[in-house]
């Protein structure tokens, strides 16, 4: 499997709600470096976002999960992948921009990087 593939697999367990739901499994994920600019414009660290994902929407079973449309990724450098991809949550529309390293040894892939930009209603 190519770096992007791996990357988008990883994009999508982190959409998954028994992993949002996982400190452990999420923290496998996101690179202890982790920074977030969130929809909202708040900032977002590894320690942060592990404390909080749990109780975020789309971490639930029982409610809307996200919906991810027409992901990409380029290789930047080895072990550097660049995402974008939307995102429907409810009937929120999100455009999000990620970027993944891969450390060295069991760890694999992580995100280092996440950005999530609110999409109004009525614009392409």
Do not use: N
């Not at 949002?20 to 982790?34: C, H, K, M, N, V």
């Not at 789309?58 to 919906?67: H, I, K, L, Q, W």
């Not at 027409?70 to 939307?86: M, Y």
Request: proline content about 6%.
């Amino acid at each position: 499997m190519d770096d992007v593939k791996q990357a988008i697999a990883c994009e999508l367990q982190l959409m998954d709600p028994q992993v949002r739901a996982s400190r452990e499994r999420a923290g496998q994920l996101l690179d202890p470096e982790f920074v977030e600019v969130g929809g909202s414009g708040r900032r977002w660290t590894y320690e942060s976002m592990l404390a909080t994902l749990a109780d975020h929407e789309g971490s639930s079973t029982d409610a809307p999960r996200y919906e991810p449309s027409d992901i990409s990724g380029v290789l930047l450098a080895p072990g550097l992948v660049h995402l974008t991809f939307e995102a429907i949550l409810g009937d929120r529309r999100t455009r999000h921009s990620s970027i993944w390293r891969k450390a060295d040894g069991k760890a694999g892939w992580r995100m280092y990087y996440h950005q999530a930009t609110l999409v109004p209603p009525g614009v392409d």
